[in-house]
């Protein structure tokens, strides 16, 4: 496994080369005959335009030659094509219908290769976020979430830019330089062609450490701007929690030292570009000065002709495009590196969760879950489980309690496979879960946990989410069995109802219920409740413990709770006191043993009995308890609550 770290940073050993290894299969449409017949006809045209851009300094040297053959009433030079096409008018519009043709041939290349690009980002980018889903809850939990869709974003501009120059300009540029070199030294001399040499090596060596130099300033950008950027989702997450402690001032700051870093950062990054920029136009134009001074003196000479200078001039002038592009695509592509570097690392980072080669999917007949001899650390030198066993059979429920830190959410999350275990075996109808797919295992389980975070969409969206080709009625059967649905109807939108951003709009037990609805719409056979209403009022409580118990009748369950009152029904109650199984039996039977489940059990009770005398007195901040003169009977669900007593709650606790 590799070793996790709580920020994502560059590795900084990434090159073109390895970047396009890993690009390419995403970059070819493979499968695509579409899309590959746009790869080819876009490289046609592209090398259409490269010829008739070449030839654009040719119809500048007859023109020139023709005009001053006229203005000076000489003959045509005898080098002339044909005297029709020397006439300078139509010489000019040749010139400029050549440049008309360059210009359109580039712009249709561009749009036809736009969906083939386009195609190559969606790839690569669904790819990492699909890779991120298999990535361990561990790697999640040491990263923040804002940070993570940025890189994903970058990512993916990044892709873009790194494909389009790729694919369309580098090989077509590295050939019109071919090009006017070949023009320059058969229509020239070697004087002219060596000039041009000198300065494309001293163009090219002064982009490349200028442009390294750039590379270190914009990785430190970018790092300020994910930082920036984390610090701005992270607080928006918070924005009850902020307003709670008046902190609107201290997330003010600490965003803004984000953004001054930033801010700084891009100075540095502009004022490098400015030296680049100003570099390689100081280098240009001095080669620039000296072929033209060549071209001078041969015409001074005798040797040639005005037009001649004229087309040497139009020649650099052709050569200073794809020098000057050169130079864009190494910084470009250097600063696409930079930002799928990370990408990259997170693509090529192994899931630390695989299923093994082969492996078969879960069949779930009965339900029995077993844990034997379990043992697990989230880090080595602290250990959570050690050694924990037992049984839930097929159909009955099983409660996990114990102090807070003594492993019971990890039990859940290891019956999940979120984490591999380090000793021992987790069964499900005698199946070792690690020797089959992560898919049929978690099918097979539904969760309501603790704390319900929803999508930032409907009501519907999120009960549906449990199975997602359900029906409309079973979604609506779903909520009401969850007692849900009276409230979903009296919402002015119904089950069309926005949640809003992690559920905010819903109260801690309605979240609940579409939680539980979720559940029951996906009806699996063994269902997981994980402290699913510690974090809920009584009354609230109370109201939900009866969906809770219709949800789980005919299910093996797995009750994991903090308050004791919900879990006194169950056929099994385990106590689990640093990460060894303390005691175990049902609710009566630990009641009258006298050891640590009594102990918790009578704190709460003292706890709930206090809170319930200041409530009758009204000292809690609520109104004074009136008393009922006609109490109502006990329903079914209150018994075994907590609310009220069951028999075996009674017995016992005489």
Request: net charge neutral; proline share 4%; aromatic share 8%.
């Amino acid at each position: 496994m590799q070793a996790a770290t709580g920020k994502e940073r560059a590795r900084g050993d990434a090159t073109l080369f390895s970047s396009l290894r890993v690009l390419w299969p995403h970059m070819w449409p493979h499968g695509r005959a579409d899309l590959q017949l746009r790869v080819f006809f876009s490289f046609g045209l592209l090398f259409l335009g490269k010829l008739a851009t070449i030839t654009m300094p040719f119809a500048f040297k007859y023109a020139t030659d023709a005009l001053v053959a006229a203005s000076e009433g000489k003959p045509l030079p005898q080098d002339a094509i044909f005297s029709i096409v020397s006439a300078p008018v139509i010489l000019v519009a040749i010139y400029a219908g050549v440049r008309i043709a360059t210009a359109l041939l580039t712009q249709v290349r561009d749009g036809i290769f736009a969906k083939v690009a386009m195609h190559s980002v969606r790839t690569l980018a669904l790819k990492t976020f699909e890779h991120m889903h298999q990535l361990s809850l561990r790697y999640h939990l040491e990263r923040r979430t804002g940070a993570l869709t940025r890189i994903l974003e970058r990512g993916r501009n990044a892709i873009e830019e790194l494909v389009r120059l790729v694919i369309v300009q580098i090989l077509p540029t590295a050939v019109e330089l071919i090009l006017v070199f070949s023009v320059l030294f058969y229509f020239f001399d070697w004087r002219y062609a060596a000039s041009v040499v000198v300065l494309i090596v001293l163009y090219t060596v002064f982009t490349y450490h200028a442009t390294e130099w750039r590379i270190g300033l914009r990785r430190s950008q970018n790092e300020s701007d994910t930082d920036a950027n984390a610090k701005a989702v992270d607080s928006l997450l918070n924005y009850e929690t902020v307003k709670y402690f008046g902190a609107e001032q201290r997330e003010n700051d600490r965003y803004g030292g984000s953004l001054r870093s930033f801010a700084n950062h891009r100075v540095r990054v502009l004022v490098s570009l400015a030296v680049l920029n100003a570099g390689q136009a100081v280098i240009f134009t001095v080669g620039l000065g000296v072929v033209m001074a060549l071209a001078a003196l041969d015409v001074i000479a005798g040797k040639r002709t005005v037009g001649d200078f004229v087309m040497v001039n139009a020649m650099l002038i052709q050569l200073y495009q794809p020098l000057n592009l050169m130079g864009m695509l190494y910084r470009e592509i250097k600063q696409a590196i930079t930002d799928i570097e990370i990408m990259f690392g997170i693509l090529s980072r192994d899931p630390e969760i695989k299923d093994a080669p082969n492996a078969p999917a879960l069949r779930v007949n009965e339900g029995n879950v077993r844990f034997e001899d379990v043992h697990f650390s989230y880090e080595p030198e602290r250990e959570i489980l050690k050694g924990v066993s037992f049984e839930v059979p097929a159909g009955k429920t099983l409660a996990i309690v114990g102090p807070s830190g003594a492993g019971k959410s990890t039990i859940a999350r290891l019956l999940f496979r979120f984490y591999e275990i380090s000793g021992g075996k987790i069964l499900i109808d005698g199946q070792d879960i690690r020797d089959v797919t992560q898919v049929s295992l978690r099918a097979a389980m539904g969760v309501v946990p603790q704390d319900t975070v929803l999508f930032n969409d409907t009501i519907r969206y999120n009960i549906q989410y449990g199975r997602w080709e359900a029906r409309e009625v079973e979604v609506e059967e779903a909520a009401r069995q969850a007692q849900i649905d009276d409230f979903i109807r009296s919402t002015p939108m119904g089950y069309e109802t926005e949640v809003g951003e992690r559920g905010l709009k819903l109260s801690g037990g309605e979240k609940q219920r579409v939680a539980i609805a979720r559940t029951i719409l996906k009806s699996p056979p063994i269902l997981i409740l994980d402290e699913a209403t510690s974090a809920l009022d009584s009354d609230t409580e109370h109201e939900i413990q009866g969906a809770l118990e219709r949800a789980t009748q005919g299910r093996t369950t797995l009750v994991i709770a903090h308050r004791l009152s919900t879990v006194i029904s169950a056929d099994e109650i385990i106590v689990l006191d640093e990460g060894r199984v303390a005691e175990r039996g049902t609710h009566s039977e630990l009641l009258a043993h006298g050891g640590l489940y009594a102990g918790l059990w009578n704190r709460q009770r003292e706890a709930e009995e206090a809170r319930e005398k200041l409530r009758e007195a009204g000292e809690d901040g609520s109104k004074p308890k009136q008393p009922n003169r006609n109490p109502p009977k006990p329903a079914l669900d209150d018994v075994g609550s907590g609310r009220v007593p069951s028999a075996r709650t009674t017995e016992a606790a005489e």
